[in-house]
C-alpha cells in the first residue's frame, strides 16, 4: 500500500456543466450555466481547494462543450487552484490543438494548468468532428501518444496512421514549467497499463460499486511504471457527490438530480429506470456516490484514498438538475468541513 501523506493530499471538485433548475422548477439556459460553473470555479478557490476540473460534452444536458474557455475565465478570477479537464476527448480533437489550447491555460492561469486526457463515455464527438467510431480504441491510443511527445515541449517528428504526420514540427506557446497531464480510466487492465507506458497520472473514473473493486487497476499501474522505467506517479479517483449538513438532506437534495441524468442517459442505453432503492445502495459502504454530511463523505474518501493509495480525489459535484445554491453550499462544505475531516482522519 502506498503511504499518504495527508498534508500533501490534493482534494478538489469536477463538473461536467450539467444544466440545472431554478427555483422556479425551469431549466436554466447553458448560457447561464457556464457563466455559474465559473461562480462554482471562484468559491472552490476561496475555500482553499486543490483542483477545479469541467469535463467536455457535445449533448443537450451539459453545457460545456469547450472546457478551456470556460477555466480561463476562472483563471482570471482565482489565485491558488489548479484548473483542468474532466475529461478532455483526445481521440476526437487534435493533440497539437489540445496542447496549444492548455499551454495557453498555463500562462493564463500561472502554471495552475493540468490536463486529463480521455476516451470519454459519450460518443456524439466522433461523428460531430468526423470521425469513425471503428477507430475508437487505435485513434486514443495513436493521439496519446503523440500528445506524450508532445509534453517534452521539443521538436517532434511523429508518424501514424489516422493522422497526418510530424517533421520536427515545434509546437507554441510553450509552458513555463511542463504541463501536468493525467488519463482517465474507466477499469480495465489495458487502460492502466497504457497510462504507465506513456508515463501519465492514472486518474480513476468510479461511478459504480465500492472503491476497493479499483485497487488491482492502481496495484497493475503501479508494477507497469516500474515495467517500463517511469517514476512512480499519482493515483487519483474522480467520483460523484453532495454534501448537505446532515445525510437525510444531501440525500434528498441529490436524488431528484441522480434521477434525472441516469433516466436521460438510461432511455439511450436501456438501463431500468432509476429508484431511491438503487440511490440508496449507491450512497451506503458498498456504492461509488460520496452523499452525505460533512463527516460521512469524509470517511468515505478518507478509506478510498486509504485503500487505492490515492494522492488525489475529485468529487463530480454537480448532477442532473441539482440546482446552483445547493452545489455552491456543497463545495463551501467541501472545502471548510470535510477536508479537514480527512486530513484528520489520515493522520
Keep these: 500500500m502506498t503511504s499518504i501523506d495527508p498534508l500533501t493530499l490534493e482534494l478538489g471538485l469536477d463538473t461536467f456543466g450539467d444544466v440545472t433548475r431554478a427555483a422556479s422548477g425551469e431549466l436554466v439556459s447553458g448560457a447561464q450555466t457556464i457563466r455559474n ?3 462554482q470555479a471562484v468559491l472552490a478557490d476561496r475555500v482553499g481547494l486543490s483542483f477545479f476540473g469541467v469535463g467536455e460534452h ?3 444536458e451539459f453545457a460545456v462543450s469547450s472546457p478551456e474557455i470556460v477555466l480561463a475565465a476562472a483563471a482570471a478570477r482565482t489565485e491558488q487552484i489548479h484548473l483542468g479537464t474532466a475529461v478532455t476527448v483526445l481521440s476526437s480533437d487534435d493533440p497539437v490543438r489540445v496542447f496549444e489550447r492548455f499551454s495557453t491555460l498555463d500562462a493564463v492561469s500561472n502554471g495552475r494548468a ?3 486526457l480521455g476516451r470519454g463515455s459519450f460518443i456524439e464527438s466522433f461523428p460531430l468532428f468526423g470521425y469513425d467510431l471503428r477507430d475508437y480504441e487505435a485513434l486514443f491510443d495513436e493521439k496519446l501518444d503523440l500528445f506524450s511527445q508532445l509534453l517534452a515541449e521539443k521538436p517532434v517528428t511523429w508518424s501514424g496512421n489516422l493522422r497526418a504526420s510530424l517533421d520536427a514540427a515545434d509546437v507554441f506557446p510553450k509552458t513555463e ?3 501536468r497531464a493525467w488519463v482517465g480510466v474507466g477499469g480495465t487492465p489495458e487502460s492502466a ?3 504507465a507506458r506513456y508515463g501519465y497520472g492514472l486518474m480513476l473514473a468510479i461511478i459504480g460499486g465500492p472503491s476497493a473493486r479499483f485497487r488491482p487497476f492502481a496495484d497493475l499501474y503501479r508494477r507497469s511504471l516500474d515495467t517500463f522505467d517511469q517514476p512512480q506517479l499519482p493515483v487519483g479517483v474522480h467520483s460523484p457527490g453532495h454534501i448537505a449538513e446532515t445525510d437525510q438532506q444531501a440525500w434528498d437534495e441529490a436524488y431528484e438530480g441522480f434521477e434525472a441524468m441516469n433516466n436521460s442517459i438510461g432511455r439511450e442505453r436501456g438501463w431500468p429506470t432509476y429508484n431511491r432503492l438503487r440511490f440508496q445502495h449507491d450512497v451506503g ?3 461509488a456516490l460520496y452523499v ?3 463527516e460521512t463523505v469524509a470517511r468515505k474518501i478518507a478509506d478510498t484514498v486509504q485503500t487505492l493509495g490515492a494522492s488525489r480525489f475529485d468529487m463530480k459535484f454537480s448532477t442532473g438538475t441539482l440546482s446552483h445554491e445547493r452545489m ?3 463545495i463551501e462544505l467541501f472545502g471548510t468541513e470535510v477536508a479537514p475531516r480527512v486530513r484528520d482522519m489520515l493522520s
Excluded: T
Design 37 to 39: 460553473v465559473v461562480e
Design 58 to 60: 457535445h449533448r443537450r
Design 114 to 116: 493540468e490536463v486529463i
Design 177 to 179: 514549467n511542463g504541463l
Design 193 to 195: 497499463v497504457r497510462a
Design 285 to 287: 459502504p458498498e456504492g
Design 292 to 294: 452525505g454530511s460533512p
Design 328 to 330: 455552491l453550499r456543497s
